[in-house]
């Protein structure tokens, strides 16, 4: 990748578009392996530095997604218990009629 956006500054402009992959290829042969190695070093990095990012971002999504679904478990918990003390409320009115 890096050196795609490196070398894509000096592709020729009288090269046809079918001929870039060519002519990147034989620009990557050419180089020494010392150059190689530098931009395999940079992609490493660039790999392992986009995971920890995406990684981040994951735990934080996955963080809010419990919490939200925590809140939500309360909630449905408190409804159950409100109804059921609506539901008692109307038994007891209606006992207090017959009473």
Do not use: C
């Amino acid at each position: 990748m890096w050196f795609s956006k490196d070398t894509g500054k000096q592709i020729p402009k009288d090269i046809s578009f079918s001929d870039i992959g060519k002519w990147m290829a034989q620009k990557w042969k050419e180089l020494s392996m010392e150059e190689k190695q530098k931009y395999k070093d940079r992609e490493e990095y660039d790999r392992i530095h986009r995971y920890n990012k995406e990684y981040e971002v994951y735990l934080k999504i996955l963080n809010d997604s419990s919490e939200n679904i925590i809140k939500q478990q309360k909630m449905e918990t408190k409804n159950k218990e409100n109804k059921k003390q609506n539901n008692n409320k109307g038994d007891d009115f209606l006992d207090s009629l017959f009473d």
